[in-house]
């Protein structure tokens, strides 16, 4: 099945800027859909809640002035993560204002609920729900999603343990719409061989929060350029649901990264109750890409350099 447009519309690549909780702001949405990627970010990072409405008149208005001064290369559309969990009080209100200001691309996260999908749909608006397994794929597509992200294993932040073959594999054998793949992927390369394994769109988080950009701290961005593969460590200990975490700063927290305790999910919340190691302001996601950032660049510099790789990569491949 053909991509809609609202995922086509801009886009110089196939991908879509991973919303970053804390990280994720308008200066950086706005960066990323001018640089011709899907930019996002989640609704909780806007706080007190009143400020979301705030944030998403400041980047229609400047995204529409943008796209009336390039005519010959508008923006791409921007996304908004919602927490779907039973924790995440603002749920109402937050989709009011999505509703609202007409937010082309919501990503659904932790609960597949139709009332979500329905008012979304309201005004033409689509929803992608991320999983990380077949079983949660069917369920929401079947709670009327329109695409899925397939969360795979590498991931920064909430990540699953699937492999990104197996996974696709397997929601390929019976779906056909939208359909993006998040895991380690941090180069051109990456964003092609997501679609040789059949997904339509690269989920890019970790290389993002190494923007000047980015509202996060020096000494994060530091650690995702110094870091690779062995600085992660996959644990549910900071939220009760397993995802990926920098072991700099764990440690920097004054905890063991290689003797963490398991978590209780029950204590999973996403109102600021939870105090338990300040996740996600102490304690720092990343994915296992992270080797292939090799210094702090603007948005802009990363999404030249991700098209330069993918278009060599796509090149050697017709050769």
Same mark, same amino acid.
């Given at each position: ?138 369920? $929401? #597509?079947?709670? !009327?999603?329109?695409? +899925?992200? =397939?969360? @795979?294993? /590498? %991931? ?27 895991? $380690? #992927?941090?180069? !051109?390369?990456?964003? +092609?061989? =997501?679609? @040789?394994? /059949? %997904? ?120």
């Amino acid at each position: 099945m053909a991509l809609p447009d609202i995922l086509k519309l801009g886009l110089r690549l196939p991908a879509v800027a991973a919303p970053l909780f804390i990280v994720s702001h308008p200066p950086l949405v706005k960066a990323q859909c001018k640089a011709g990627v899907i930019g996002s970010f989640p609704a909780l990072n806007a706080r007190p809640e009143a400020q979301l409405d705030e944030w998403l008149a400041e980047i229609t208005e400047e995204l529409a002035d943008y796209d009336a001064k390039h005519p010959g290369r508008p923006s791409a559309p921007f996304a908004v993560n919602q927490i779907v969990h039973r924790s995440n009080q603002r749920l109402e209100h937050d989709l009011q204002m999505c509703v609202k200001y007409k937010v082309p691309v919501v990503i659904s996260s932790l609960g597949a609920v139709p009332e979500v999908n329905d008012a979304i749909h309201s005004y033409g608006g689509i929803v992608l729900h991320d999983i990380i397994n077949n079983r949660h794929a069917h369920s $929401a #597509i079947n709670k !009327g999603a329109d695409g +899925l992200i =397939a969360v @795979a294993a /590498g %991931a920064g932040g909430h990540a699953g343990p699937l492999s990104p073959f197996a996974l696709i594999q397997e929601i390929r054998e019976w779906f056909d719409g939208p359909l993006l793949l998040s895991g $380690a #992927i941090a180069t !051109g390369g990456a964003i +092609l061989a =997501a679609e @040789a394994m /059949g %997904a339509d769109m690269a989920y890019i988080g970790s290389p993002f929060i190494a923007t000047p950009e980015a509202r996060a701290i020096n000494e994060y961005k530091q650690m995702i350029v110094e870091g690779t593969a062995k600085d992660i460590v996959y644990s549910n200990y900071f939220t009760g649901i397993p995802g990926n975490y920098l072991k700099p700063s764990i440690a920097r927290a004054g905890m063991d990264p290689d003797a963490l305790p398991q978590a209780d999910p029950s204590k999973m919340n996403f109102n600021g109750s939870d105090s338990r190691a300040k996740a996600w302001k102490d304690i720092w996601g990343s994915g296992q890409g992270i080797g292939a950032v090799k210094d702090v660049a603007p948005v802009a510099d990363l999404v030249d350099r991700l098209e330069r790789e993918y278009r060599a990569a796509r090149d050697r491949l017709c050769m």
